[in-house]
């Protein structure tokens, strides 16, 4: 058992070292960062390849580490770097330590600062006035599909959608480190409540539910007391040092939200993006197939086309659609002529390096 513990003991020291290898190095890729930051000066630009930078960080790996780890350290790496060579106010469409706040603290950093709006709208007009460079909106669920509200509010600005982000959207009930038994108190949003209603019926009859405003509200009251908890997301929930007691407590284990990143300039193109459009088609039987048409004889991939029910202008429905490719794409470039030359209304509504 000694020499057991002396193994183990040497190889904590050789863990130690190396972190502080690992550190020294974060410190220099910080530097280097500070130098793109002084060379951009005042330019605001959503321009990073996320995806194929991750691609390339994965594909040198020996497989140690599992892939999904690998990517979620670099992901946070890659979020503080462009926090210090970009730092920009970001208007989040939703309350403190959501899930929409979340998704803007994995793109641009935990040093970045946010504003938190209560709808889509406000969000998009801090960007149109100059007060913000991005907004972060919720656009698709898992469950239900896309939001419409952050669709139509996005095409009745002149921002374009520059990236997107996809995260899950799972609530923890999380304290200071007590039992659940030991839970007097839990404090959560209405829309936690409403997400995690079996979990509290189930597992907390007698405990006293506590609605209020944010996530990071609740997160900060909960760590005021041990016989305190909070129904929040994780990142939340870590931020106020608290830990998870019982994990993913929704109602539905598995749902994943995606948010928009919309901005006034539009994105680079890097080889593997999406493009996103709204249109309204002409009332002929075959009008549909001939906008459609169009992409096909393009040999450009339909990611999905989806009807929304509006009443504006005498139109009663437009289409949204996704199609593999970059607005600056030859192929693309031309198809989007044809269709906006076939269509009542037609919006583009961005193009971005698709996450996955």
Known sequence: MAERGRQVAELREQIARLDQEIRERLDQRARLSQRIHGALESEVSFDFDEKGWLDRVVSSSTGELPEASLRAIFREIGAAARAIEMPVRVAVA???????HQSSLE??????QTIECATVAEALAEVTRGRAAFAVLPFESSVDGLVPLSLMALAETELMAVGERTTRATYHLMSTGGEVGALEKVYM??????????????ELPRVSIIDVRSPQVAAELAKES???GAVVPERAGRIAGLVPVRENVGDVSDLQMRHIIAGS????RSGHDVSCLLFSTNETPSALYDVLRHLAERGITLRRLQSLPVRRDGIEYLFYVEISGHASDRSVVTALEAVRRSVRY???LGSFPAQR
């Open 265 to 268: 300039r539009p994105a680079a």
């Open 346 to 348: 037609y919006r583009l």
């Open 189 to 202: 949003t209405a829309l936690a409540h409403a997400a995690c209603q079996r979990f509290l019926d189930a």
């Open 226 to 228: 041990p016989t305190s």
């Open 94 to 100: 939703g309350q403190d330590g959501g899930f929409c």
């Open 107 to 112: 793109v641009f950093g935990a040093s970045a």
